[in-house]
């Protein structure tokens, strides 16, 4: 639920349960006062009869007047005298219907008789006006409440533009693109104060990747000395004199520990150089062509696995760093060799706008996890960074990658334009 | 040859004197960019071994001093960096090669080889060992005279084997030299074992001795047996 959509709610019922309880009140104490009003011309009405009793010992006419009743009632002697007000009807002559009435019923002594008097006056007028004022109480309310509600909509909605802003920048912040955000103008303080810290957070974070990318960068450039240390006094140990058998076997596990970790230090280069964009030398890069090169580089190992290789290249020409075609297919293609069982088969598809490399192999499908670093299988022999190499590749030039599996067979997808 | 090395990793400087070194070879050495710098204007070598990294000048600037001094001295440059820029800045300053920390030493060795012997070209560019001679203008192999036929795989190793006579050299080695990076597909090493087989063999039918040795399964030593 929108924030406005809350906040206009809340408003919403607040209004109306404050409507309700005034206009409630107001009701009462409006028909309260004119209820008051009738009751006091009813008691100068009596006060005008009772003078007039007074005066000429006899009772006045019961006149009818325009909206006044006088009746009398002769009651017998030993009925008790009362004073009372009451709702009753009044009937109009003139309109020769009911209208609802207050009258006031009281005795009267005249002579030796007991009399009842009643005087009614109509009530209409009077509730008509509490109508009235009540329908104009109730419709300027609606009328505030309404545009209320048409403010909140499209005042708030203006208001704010600048936070929708800053949220769409943070949604599009990509740390791997060292995008920026920008700084918006706005009058509010609210979302001056948010702009600005979100601006500094995106630069901290920025500070902090990059930190942390550089020392990835130097830390493996740093060990590629002592390796080359380790390497140059292993190949000198070497010709140093006749060695054992056994010493020859440890010297082999030494050397080919160099080699994982060397390899290793170099995929880890390469994944922090594509990330910084550092790889310049982008070209138009026709992958017909250099699918052929990778093939005729491959076939050796293919012949010794057994391996058939069905190929179906359409032109495909690519802008991209040739470097990093190089590495995306030599990762593609080695991962089918070396996922692949002897006598199974790969098949490059190339079309313009994609490649496909099928292989069989074993009978497991890979996960989204495969793509993370250092991620693998129980049975991969590799370093588990080839398939986030790709994955990297492909973030950088916009290239969407896929995995399918089916019939035991594996699909690595790459879409060049999406 | 003349060497000169440039490094200011003292335990790997000695290992490469160690292994330049022998009969014909003269190795010289400077741990930082002043006593190279002296070194280069006082000397010519055949062979300059230069690490870009040096504590107190950047390697590249020696090769500007080289240039500024019309010297015709090979230059291979190591790097720790496997950076793009840092090989194409090297080779258009004049450096003639580059190679990457870590290194097997039979590797540097020929490469200055190869270096060397393009520097030295005098229209008789052939390796000569005993009854083998290649030629590597023309690619031709021959044993006593008479040419045969090697693959392009074979020929390579061969030419491996003449720059790093009577040393042994690695199986690692060979792989990285003659596959380099697809290598890490497949760690098991019957790929060289097929070539090495087959350049042994067409070298001994065509009449020469086996001067290939095997070394307890860790690699192989061409030479004088």
């Not at chain 2, 590797?107 to 390796?127: C, H, P, Q, S, T």
Request: hydrophobic share 40%; glycine share 4%.
């Amino acid at each position: 639920m929108k924030l406005a959509d809350r906040y206009n709610r809340v408003n919403l019922i607040t209004a109306l349960i404050v409507l309700l309880i005034t206009g409630i009140i107001y009701y009462v104490v409006i028909h309260f006062i004119f209820t008051e009003k009738l009751d006091r011309d009813l008691t100068v009405e009596e006060d005008e009869i009772k003078q007039y009793v007074a005066t000429y010992q006899k009772l006045p006419l019961p006149a009818s007047f325009l909206d006044q009743q006088v009746q009398y009632k002769l009651l017998n002697r030993d009925d008790k005298e009362s004073r009372f007000f009451k709702n009753t009807t009044y009937y109009n002559s003139k309109e020769k219907e009911s209208e609802p009435g207050r009258s006031l019923i009281t005795t009267l002594v005249q002579g030796n008789n007991l009399y009842e008097v009643t005087i009614t006056k109509s009530r209409l007028e009077a509730d008509d006006l509490v109508q009235i004022i009540l329908l104009i109480t109730l419709g300027v309310t609606c009328l505030l409440l309404l545009s209320l509600i048409l403010i909140n909509r499209f005042v708030l909605k203006r208001l704010w533009m600048p936070f929708y802003a800053i949220l769409e920048q943070m949604k599009a912040f990509n740390l791997v693109k060292m995008s920026e955000i920008k700084l918006n103008s706005t009058d509010v303080d609210e979302f001056k104060e948010l702009n600005t810290s979100a601006v500094q957070m995106a630069l901290r974070v920025r500070q902090d990747y990059k930190e942390l990318k550089n020392f990835t960068d130097n830390a493996s450039h740093e060990m590629m000395t002592p390796l080359a240390v380790i390497n140059s006094k292993l190949d000198t140990l070497l010709q140093a004199g006749p060695i054992t058998e056994r010493q020859g076997v440890l010297m082999e596990d030494i050397y080919n520990a160099i080699n994982r970790l060397t390899k290793l230090n170099q995929s880890l280069l390469l994944l922090t150089k594509i990330e910084n964009n550092l790889i310049s030398d982008v070209q138009l890069v026709d992958f017909r062509e250099v699918i052929t090169e990778k093939c005729r580089q491959f076939q050796e190992i293919l012949k010794k696995e057994n391996l058939s290789l069905n190929i179906n290249l359409k032109p495909c020409e690519i802008e991209m760093s040739r470097y990093l075609a190089d590495i995306l297919l030599n990762n593609l293609l080695g991962n089918a060799v070396k996922y692949n069982h002897t006598k199974g088969f790969i098949t490059i598809n190339l079309d313009n706008d994609f490649i496909e490399i099928i292989n069989s192999g074993k009978n497991f499908s890979l996960t989204d996890q495969h793509f993370d670093r250092f991620f693998k299988s129980a049975s991969s022999e590799g370093m588990g960074l080839g398939l986030a190499i790709i994955k990297q590749i492909c973030t950088l030039y916009n290239f969407s990658v896929t995995y399918s599996f089916f019939q035991e067979n594996h699909c690595f997808k790459v879409l060049f334009k999406n | 040859m003349k060497i000169l090395i440039v490094e200011d990793e003292l335990s790997l400087l000695d290992s490469m004197l160690t292994y330049f070194t022998e009969v014909g070879n003269i190795c010289e050495s400077a741990s930082t960019y002043l006593a190279a710098s002296e070194k280069i204007n006082l000397y010519s070598y055949d062979c300059i071994l230069l690490d870009l990294g040096l504590p107190d000048g950047e390697g590249l600037n020696l090769l500007k001093e080289l240039k500024k001094l019309k010297k015709n001295d090979g230059v291979l440059i190591i790097s720790a960096r496997h950076s793009l820029d840092d090989k194409l800045s090297g080779l258009d300053l004049g450096a003639d090669d580059y190679l990457v920390k870590p290194f097997h030493l039979s590797e540097l060795k020929a490469r200055v080889a190869a270096i060397v012997r393009r520097k030295k070209f005098d229209g008789n560019n052939v390796i000569t060992f005993n009854e083998i001679s290649v030629d590597i203008t023309k690619m031709e192999t021959s044993v006593k005279g008479q040419i045969i036929t090697l693959t392009k795989k074979e020929y390579d190793l061969l030419i491996y084997f003449l720059s790093n006579k009577g040393k042994v050299v690695t199986k690692n080695a060979i792989a990285e030299h003659l596959w380099g990076d697809e290598m890490d597909i497949s760690d098991d090493f019957d790929f060289i074992y097929t070539h090495i087989k087959n350049l042994r063999k067409k070298i001994i039918e065509a009449g020469a001795s086996d001067y290939l040795q095997s070394v307890y399964g860790i690699g192989y030593k061409f030479g004088n047996v």
